[in-house]
């Protein structure tokens, strides 16, 4: 097993020391704007630990506590959804006033696109929950029945 767990750590650690290598030939002729990289690199994780997670963490615990249980699975694949897709849009959304567009979207209104995207799934999870909880109040319905008779 220790043997197994080796072998399978090699080839993480060889592309750790590759990505490494890879920094090291990008950061050394641009020091002092590579800061700036290095600073994203050890804060992007700190970021995500300390205040992603938790507020996460904690809207999925809300969800589960308030949500009623027919619309539960679906509010909660839609928190998901808008979480993904809008960590990511940020870096398309977060540029300074004025600044040229990405190479690439010059035609595009991301913020927009965002907006839109977000409309549907959240139109999709009304119309799913809607029906579950129709089909749950129809259940409850025809149970309540089968046992008068």
Known sequence: MRTMRILLALPGLAALGFGAWLFVGYAAPAWPDSLKTLV????APVVNDAVLAPVAGLAGLLLARLVPVPWRAPVQAGAVITAV???????LLWRPFGAP???????DDPGTGLLVTLAVVWGLVAITGTVRAVLAHRNVR??????QT
């Open 85 to 91: 897709l809008t960590f990511l849009a940020f870096p």
């Open 101 to 107: 567009p990405s190479p690439g979207l010059h035609d």
């Open 142 to 147: 025809s149970k309540g029945r089968s046992r």
């Open 40 to 43: 994203w690199l050890a804060g």
